[in-house]
């Protein structure tokens, strides 16, 4: 069973930086549909970007609040997924957690546990 590690998250100011990870245990496979989502306290759980195959290359999705300030990649040799956050706001304080899932129905998905972004001064 493959899991998925979150690290990187932590206390930081407005206006600034943070790169998340996620490390898979074991093998993930280049096509599998990778992705970031967050839950604030008392919110609902939102997908945050997500990096997509496209035949040979990846395709981005990122929600509205954090294009232009949020990148997603991967790396597949290492198994692993990045967030790399800038203009961090307050409102982006949430438990950001990864996911990766097959793209066939009923396929594999494997989710982390999650790891704290406070955004405070």
């Known amino acids: 069973q493959v899991q998925l590690v979150e690290s990187g998250g932590g206390l930081v100011q407005p206006g600034g930086s943070l790169r998340l990870s996620c490390a898979a245990s074991?093998?993930?496979?280049?096509?599998?549909?990778m992705g970031w989502y967050r839950q604030a306290p008392g919110k609902q759980r939102d997908l945050v970007a997500q990096?997509?195959?496209?035949?040979?290359?990846?395709?981005?999705y990122y929600s509205g609040s954090v294009k232009g300030r949020f990148t997603i990649s991967r790396d597949n040799a290492k198994n692993t997924m990045y967030l790399q956050m800038t203009s961090l706001k307050p409102e982006d304080t949430a438990v950001y957690s990864c996911?990766?899932?097959?793209?066939?129905?009923?396929?594999?998905?494997?989710w982390g546990r999650g790891t704290q972004v406070t955004v405070s001064s």
């Open positions: 996911y990766a899932a097959a793209r066939y129905p009923g396929g594999e998905e494997y």
């Open positions: 074991g093998s993930i496979s280049s096509t599998f549909v």
């Open positions: 990096i997509i195959p496209a035949g040979t290359v990846y395709s981005t």
